[in-house]
C-alpha cells in the first residue's frame, strides 16, 4: 500500500487532501515568527519565489509586510486555483500550477530569494528516487536565483542529514537558524538560541549539537546564498 509519505511527491494526493481540508495551513511556522529572518535576508524590493505553497498564509504576510511581488507554486491545481480565487485582487500574490522538479517557466536567475517551508523535505521521504528529485529540485532552485541570492529552507532536517545534500547539490555559501518548533507559547526559560544569530557550522555539522545540546526541539533554517564565482572555481 501506498503510505502518505510515498505519495507527497504525487498531485493527487494534494489534490485530495486540499479538497478535503479547504481552510488555511502553514507547514512548520508562520511569517509572523519568522519574520526578522526573512527580513534580514531577503529586501522587500527582491521577487521571491515560494515553493510548495499550498494553502498557507505566508505569503499574504509577506505581501502585508512590504514585499511586493511573491510568485507562489504547486504541485496540485486544486490549491492553486483556490488561492488563485481568493487572492484575486491582490496583485502583489501569483499562483501558479508547477512542479519544482521542473520550473522551466521561469527564466534562469529571475528571483532574488526562494522560500521552502517543507517542500524540500516532502520531497525527502517520498518512496523510489527520493535523492534524485531533491537533486533536480535544488538544481533548479539554483537556476532560478540570480546570483547573491538565497534559498530560505525551513526543515525538521539536522546538519548531518542535510548539509551533504546542500553541498553536492551545487556551491552554496550556508548559515545556519534555528527557531523553536511551535508548541507552547509559554516558553519561561528563553529560546534556544537566537533566531537572527546564526549557530556555528563546520564542515560536519557537530558544532551544531556542541551550541544547542543533543536532539534540540527546533526547525533548522539554512541560508543558501548563491555564488556563481564559487561554481565555476569548483
Known sequence: MTTASQAYGE???????????PGPFDWYQKYQS???????YDPRNHRILVVGCGNSAFSEGMVDDGYRDVVNV?????VVESMQNKY???????Y??????????????SFGAVIDKGTLDS?????GES??????????VWRVLKDKGVYILVTYGAPLYRLRLLRES???TIKLHVIEKLASDEKPDGPVWELTKPVPLNDDGSSVEEALGKNPDVHYIYICTKDNSMKSSA
Open 123 to 127: 520531497i525527502l521521504v517520498m518512496w
Open 34 to 40: 519568522l519574520a526578522p529572518i526573512i527580513n534580514h
Open 11 to 21: 498531485p493527487w494526493y494534494w489534490d485530495d487532501r486540499y479538497s478535503n481540508e
Open 96 to 109: 501558479m500550477k508547477m512542479d519544482v522538479r521542473d520550473m522551466s517557466a521561469f527564466e534562469s536567475e
Open 131 to 140: 535523492r534524485q528529485n531533491a537533486n533536480l529540485m535544488l538544481e533548479e
Open 74 to 78: 504547486d504541485i496540485s491545481s486544486v
Open 88 to 94: 484575486k485582487d491582490r496583485s502583489e500574490l501569483k
Open 170 to 172: 551545487s556551491a552554496w
